[in-house]
């Protein structure tokens, strides 16, 4: 897809949302004035004008893809949410549900009874039941399972039996599987029989009578080639594997590195059990870099942007404590040195700016280091390495920007001294802020915790306490 037509289909979707918020305004509006309104056939009116203009919302809901119904619904405010969400066709609820994001999928649940609930599940494949089914109410998921075949249960079980970050948690169970020993054109005539194949299938995957993985054979590998070819002669018999024990995570970096568009996950005895696709993997970075983002801030979850605001409150509170308790040593750290500002009141126009230019060199020196993290860039081996390069990235910056801002506080105050303090509390401040971004992510890392954690907020922290005394520090020392 080009970028005229992402930028098409985007403009589309804001279209199609804001004509579905034009309907519920005009259906509040509405009924508002029919309520005002007195008379015989008022009830009547009421009801025609109401089931009007939910008519046309849901045929625009039809429309739609359920993925631009997620979007829709993840834009809107619970009440109007909820009254979109009764309009969709209960078919699409499963798939639906499976789009739209945590936070927002809990909302919808809440507002389903059982039955509605089982209706919604039942169309759904072993995998994308084992994706929902921890949100669901318990009796909901002993019915449903009571339901399933033997080897419908049995995948679903296997699934749920893996954690969420585990390869195992994320596989498909949809695939076609051939022989090495035939031909590709008794594969093609398979193939010809079955009524559709699984999605983002690029490969078949071969294997024996006892299921154990020889091999994979791509979809253009068998159109190519001559039909009377042995599976075995054109296969890849070293296709990637995965594991159901895995990182997902490692997975999702492992289809990007290698750009696969599927690959066999396979038990300790190479027996095939299941699949990745491109898909799960697209969404599992996404949501890896949501809550990257979420945790620099210090959010300790995805958060529903029209959730209440006892929940909203509940989510954010911790960090802000913190972050309330460092702003405090920062204003004592200036209370150390009221009498150098009362002396100098200049010192109190330029502290700012060495702190905050602190803390945007340490916010980036942290964002490079988690990134890295992530990726499994950084090991024991190059961490005094990398140390040194941020450190020197820091000095040469603080050199170079302190003397600018050195030259501006000279020319400003006409103190060529103020100037030097200004670049060497400046450099300082750098130092100590890529110090503490390579620091502070290492050290969460190694009690367990996310690196991006918070970091932002304690990376601030730091340069701003960290800057205020350096600034001043010097300043009594030298200038006072």
């Known amino acids: 897809m080009t970028e005229n037509e992402v930028k098409k289909t985007q403009e589309s979707l804001q279209d199609r949302l804001a004509q579905v918020v034009e309907l519920l305004q005009r259906q509040r509006v509405v009924e508002d004035l029919t309520h005002r309104q007195e008379g015989h056939h008022h009830d009547l009116v009421e009801n025609l004008v109401h089931r009007q203009n939910l008519v046309e919302l849901q045929r625009k809901l039809d429309d739609l893809h359920s993925a631009d119904v997620a979007y829709i619904l993840e834009a809107l405010p619970l009440d109007d949410r909820l009254t979109v969400w009764q309009l969709v066709k209960a078919e699409r609820d499963g798939d639906i549900l499976l789009e739209v994001s945590d936070s927002v999928r809990e909302t919808l649940i809440a507002d389903m009874d059982d039955h509605e609930l089982l209706a919604a599940a039942k169309e759904m494949d072993a995998d994308e039941l084992a994706d929902l089914a921890p949100e669901l109410p318990r009796d909901v998921v002993h019915e449903l399972m009571e339901t399933l075949d033997g080897q419908q249960r049995e995948r679903v079980r296997s699934a749920l039996s893996y954690d969420e970050e585990q390869v195992g948690a994320l596989m498909d169970f949809e695939m076609v599987t051939i022989r090495e020993d035939v031909s590709l054109e008794v594969v093609l005539r398979y193939l010809r029989r079955l009524k559709e194949l699984p999605g983002h299938t690029d490969k078949l995957f071969v294997v024996d009578y006892d299921g154990i993985l020889k091999g ?23 296709p990637v594997v995965f594991h159901p024990e895995e990182d997902a995570y ?27 696709t491109i898909d799960e993997m697209v969404d599992l970075i996404r949501e890896e870099s949501e809550t990257e983002v979420l945790n620099m801030a210090g959010l300790r979850e995805e ?22 308790i460092t702003a405090f040593v920062a204003s004592r750290v200036i209370g150390l040195f009221e009498g150098s500002i009362e002396k100098l009141v200049a010192l109190a126009a330029l502290m700012p700016i060495v702190a905050g230019i602190g803390g945007n060199s340490g ?28 450190l020197a990235v820091a000095l040469i910056n603080g050199v170079v ?15 060529w001294s103020l100037g030097v303090v200004m670049t060497a509390a400046m450099t300082l401040n750098l130092l100590l802020a890529a110090l503490m971004g390579v620091l502070i992510p290492m050290t969460l890392a190694r009690l367990g915790r996310d690196p991006a954690m918070g970091a932002s907020v304690m990376i601030t922290a730091m340069t701003d306490s960290g800057g205020f005394f350096i600034f001043l520090g010097l300043a009594t020392i030298f200038l006072l």
Not at 227 to 237: C, E, F, N, S, Y
Request: glycine letters at 6%; aromatic letters at 8%.
């Open 216 to 238: 994979v054979l791509p979809i253009k590998r068998l159109l190519v080639n001559d039909p009377d070819k042995q599976v075995a002669d054109v296969m890849a018999d070293d």
């Open 250 to 276: 490692d997975a999702a970096q492992a289809f990007e590195r290698y750009d696969l568009v599927s690959a066999p996950v396979v038990d300790k005895n190479g027996r095939l059990i299941g699949r990745l």
């Open 303 to 324: 958060e529903d942007i029209f959730a209440s605001v006892w929940r909203s409150l509940r989510n954010r509170w911790a960090w802000l404590a913190i972050n309330l």
């Open 363 to 390: 916010n980036q020196t942290i964002t490079m280091i988690v990134r890295a993290m992530a990726l499994d860039q950084v090991s024991p081996g190059n961490t005094s390495r990398l140390m040194r390069k941020e």
């Open 401 to 415: 920007w302190g003397g600018v801002i050195g030259v501006v506080a000279y020319l400003l105050y006409g103190s």
